[in-house]
């Protein structure tokens, strides 16, 4: 009875096999193949410190492209400025005074002096608060200069005649390098009117040796003695008391002779 039960199942199993295999002609289904189980996470160190995630990538095509810098422009160096000209000096006064030695041993003593030591005493320059001093400016050891003796005489104005008999006889004098007397005191002719009483110093002539210089005024007739330095050296010295520069030029024409006497603001150039 049992083998006939057995029988029977086998035989339904059987069919129902043949069914399902007839199915599966009349409708196929994907036969691809499934995908491979994800491999298992490998096991993690717990005892260490949790690193949180990487951050996930941003994809290309939203990333922003940087914006080109452009390229720094070279600051062009500025280019020195010219130097501000300073101002021409500006000539404030001027005075000149001319004369003509009578006496040829007087010119030839004055070319002399005026062509001693580089002709220093044709062209002077005297700053402000400095003093000129002719015997200085005309050179070392004038003493040893071939100089001529000029004959002088008193002047007729100072010799006063004795109330019971004729005039005193006048004594007549020679001096050696006779001229330099009359050219300094054209030194003092031409300042005169540029610089105070107070600038000048010297001997007066007349008063010295009662001798007149023609031409020149007694409060500017100057005694020269010209002897290197020594004692007894008889000078004329100008000071430039004013915020200027002081300028002598000696000019020769011919045997006349001018001393100007220039007074500028600044520094002249040359």
């Not at 290197?228 to 010295?237: A, H, M, R, T």
């Amino acid at each position: 009875m049992r083998y006939y039960i057995f029988l029977s199942l086998a035989g339904i199993a059987l069919i129902l096999d043949a069914l399902l295999f007839g199915v599966s002609f009349l409708y196929p289904s994907d036969t691809r193949p499934a995908a491979p189980p994800a491999a298992l996470a490998a096991p993690q160190n717990t005892s260490q410190t949790t690193r949180p995630p990487a951050p996930t990538a941003i994809p290309a095509a939203r990333i922003p492209r940087p914006t080109a810098t452009p390229a720094p422009t070279a600051t062009p160096t500025p280019s020195p400025l010219p130097p501000t000209p300073e101002p021409e000096p500006r000539l404030l006064a001027e005075h000149a005074v001319s004369f003509t030695p009578g006496d040829r041993a007087m010119r030839a003593n004055i070319r002399l002096a005026l062509s001693y030591y580089h002709g220093a005493l044709t062209h002077v320059f005297v700053g402000p608060g400095s003093v000129f001093s002719f015997n200085a400016t005309l050179g070392l050891a004038p003493q040893r200069l071939p100089w001529k003796d000029v004959v002088l005489k008193p002047t007729p104005a100072a010799a006063t005649p004795a109330p019971d008999g004729p005039p005193p006889t006048q004594e007549i004098q020679r001096i050696q390098g006779g001229g330099l007397c009359d050219l300094a005191s054209r030194f003092v002719m031409a300042a005169r009117p540029l610089l105070p009483n107070r600038a000048f110093r010297f001997v007066n002539h007349i008063r010295s040796n009662g001798i007149h210089l023609q031409g020149v005024p007694v409060r500017d007739s100057v005694s020269i003695w010209a002897v290197g330095g020594q004692k007894g050296e008889q000078d004329l010295k100008i000071t430039n008391a004013t915020d200027g520069w002081l300028e002598f030029i000696v000019e020769r024409e011919g045997e006349k002779l001018t001393v100007h006497a220039r007074l500028w603001d600044r520094l002249p150039p040359g």
